[in-house]
């Protein structure tokens, strides 16, 4: 509301932070939904005059206007390898992520207050409420409206397509580079091509990460560890034993000093990554 009731509401800055700003409302959303269903919904802020005790609205409804938001706001939005915060500031390119994966959610069956899962198109009176759709152009400058589950699916592929084209991402060659680049906290994690956003630690202050989620370390010259987080060994035994990401992510072995180690016991299964 402040950036939009700006005088240099129009400026690049100011739409890249209005980009975040729907970005974040919509991720929330999507959480929310994902949690409880149906949700009350807020477009503004809370203030004087304005009703907080609100019942519920119907979750198709807000993944369609939180759409709306996103495909208004993403192309004045700056990618990723551009912004000053990298792939930790919501970018442009996770936006494209992000209307694709709601766009799925709204296509997609969900469960409704009468305990049946339904799409919006057996309950909802999708051609005559506005709310419900979506506007926006595809990469052709096909100007379209999605309303129906199969054209919401279309507005998924659209928008996965539109990002394979603007900004493709092969994947890595190493799994294990990903979580060595964050540790070690090498510039590359900023344009990392296999991510498209992720929610930093407070610089200095790391958070649980390592400490309680991680490999045991009970003596070394870094310090210890408290872990108390663990994998189960039916996690462990659903990678195949070819599979490069299971001994990245799953970790066997402890320290009790900067060289020694030992083995866990099934039991014990510890998360890897952040090593």
Do not use: H
């Not at 100007?143 to 592929?157: D, F, P, S, V």
């Not at 003596?219 to 039916?234: F, H």
């Not at 996690?235 to 060289?259: A, K, N, W």
């Amino acid at each position: 509301e402040g950036i939009n009731g700006s005088s240099i509401k129009k400026s690049a800055a100011m739409q890249e932070y209005l980009g975040e700003a729907y970005c974040l409302r919509a991720y929330w959303y999507l959480m929310m939904c994902n949690t409880w269903g149906d949700v009350p919904y807020f477009a503004e802020s809370a203030k004087g005059g304005v009703t907080l005790d609100r019942p519920r609205m119907d979750k198709n409804k807000i993944y369609s206007m939180e759409l709306q938001a996103l495909v208004n706001a993403e192309p004045n939005m700056e990618f990723s390898d551009v912004s000053s915060g990298g792939i930790e500031r919501m970018n442009r390119d996770f936006c494209m992520g992000l209307i694709a994966r709601l766009a799925l959610f709204r296509a997609g069956y969900g469960m409704t207050q009468d305990g049946t899962m339904k799409r919006a198109d057996d309950y909802l009176d999708i051609a005559n409420n506005d709310s419900l759709a979506v506007t926006y152009t595809d990469m052709s400058g096909t100007k379209k409206t999605a309303r129906t589950y199969e054209q919401y699916y279309q507005l998924a592929e659209d928008y996965c397509q539109k990002l394979i084209s603007l900004k493709n991402r092969p994947l890595r060659a190493s799994f294990s580079d990903i979580f060595n680049e964050e540790s070690s906290l090498s510039s590359a994690k900023f344009t990392n091509d296999e991510v498209l956003y992720e929610v930093a630690f407070l610089s200095g202050n790391g958070g649980d990460v390592g400490w309680c989620i991680g490999v045991p370390v009970t003596a070394s010259s870094k310090g210890a560890t408290t872990i108390q987080v663990n994998l189960t060994p039916s996690y462990y035994l659903s990678f195949d034993s070819d599979d490069v990401r299971r001994d990245v992510t799953c970790s066997r072995i402890q320290y009790s000093s900067d060289t020694q180690q030992a083995t866990l016991n099934p039991t014990s299964i510890a998360a890897g990554k952040w090593n």
